[in-house]
């Protein structure tokens, strides 16, 4: 198949999630059904159906045109972030990886196993890493100057209770023998 959707596809990849939907498989169901027909990407063909799904939506008469029943689309609720729930969401995490936690984890304890809670707590925290760096780093300087150890996301390092840290690390270094402290420079500076 080419780069351009005939509009034989288009009907086809509209039936399929219809079909989908009335036997309770979800959209990706269908998307892979013509992946594997078409030899495109599920990604490419989701894109393209959503793209599809709103100008029908948009233009009716253009879906009945063709003979392409458009489905309802249910969805929840949207409900924005607090910023107070913005916050615990950022602090729980960084300071459950800095207790070596995965952020999977945190999420999963925070969303009490409901997976639509936890895909929205996932996504704020992406969105916040990449979108709102300046407010993750305040978060961070706050805990830090609480003494509280976190993450941090950006430079890979623990923070907070750097002085422990160093401490510690003094201590482990002062315990080893002269090969093994050999050994561990060696590895400081293959990492930096």
């Known amino acids: 198949m080419e780069n351009n959707w005939t509009i034989p596809?288009?009907?086809?990849?509209?039936?399929?999630?219809?079909?989908?939907?009335?036997?309770?498989?979800?959209?990706?169901h269908a998307f892979?059904?013509?992946?594997?027909?078409?030899?495109?990407?599920?990604?490419?063909?989701?894109?393209?159906y959503y793209s599809q799904l709103k100008m029908?939506?948009?233009?009716?008469s253009l879906a009945h045109e063709l003979g392409i029943n458009v489905p309802r689309v249910k969805r929840d609720n949207f409900r924005l972030f607090g910023q107070s729930e913005i916050k615990n969401l950022m602090e729980s995490i960084l300071i459950g990886k800095a207790a070596g936690k995965s952020v999977r984890a945190v999420i999963a304890e925070l969303s009490m196993g409901d997976a639509k809670t936890a895909l929205r707590l996932q996504n704020k925290y992406r969105s916040m890493l990449t979108h709102h760096r300046s407010y993750v780093e305040e978060?961070?300087?706050?805990?830090?100057?609480?003494?509280?150890?976190?993450?941090?996301?950006?430079?890979?390092?623990?923070?907070?209770?750097?002085e422990d840290n160093i401490k510690k690390l003094t201590e482990y270094i002062s315990k080893l023998d002269e090969q093994e402290a050999g050994s561990f420079l060696k590895l400081i500076r293959k990492l930096m």
Request: aromatic share 10%; no cysteine; charged share 25%.
């Open 9 to 28: 596809a288009t009907k086809e990849l509209f039936s399929l999630v219809e079909q989908a939907n009335k036997s309770g498989k979800g959209l990706s």
């Open 32 to 48: 892979e059904k013509m992946s594997e027909k078409y030899s495109r990407s599920v990604g490419s063909i989701r894109n393209y």
């Open 56 to 60: 029908f939506q948009l233009v009716p």
């Open 139 to 162: 978060i961070m300087t706050s805990l830090g100057e609480k003494g509280v150890s976190y993450y941090d996301p950006y430079r890979k390092t623990l923070g907070g209770d750097n």
